[in-house]
């Protein structure tokens, strides 16, 4: 019976594990105003893949579930 708590408890415990990343950031001008609407590009120049994010009425933007690169 312990064992089998025990493979149950580890079996949720791994799928717990997060693989991927998230970038925030907030896109300013030269006089340090938010710039809404502005497109954020993301490359993973090891896999030749993009990521684009819009910004919000604040500048702020998010680009989540970005898979880390292996090299």
């Known amino acids: 019976m312990r064992f089998l708590l025990g493979v ?3 079996a949720a415990v791994a799928f717990g594990q997060v693989t991927t990343g998230t970038i925030l950031g907030n896109v300013t001008d030269t ?3 938010s710039v809404a609407g502005a497109t954020v590009t993301i490359t993973e ?3 030749n893949t993009v990521t684009r994010s ?3 009425e604040s500048g702020a933007f ?3 579930f970005l898979v ?3 090299r």
């Open 62 to 64: 998010n680009a989540p």
């Open 54 to 56: 819009m910004t919000d």
């Open 68 to 70: 880390p690169s292996r």
């Open 45 to 47: 120049v090891n896999k």
């Open 31 to 33: 006089t340090g105003a």
């Open 8 to 10: 149950l408890f580890l």
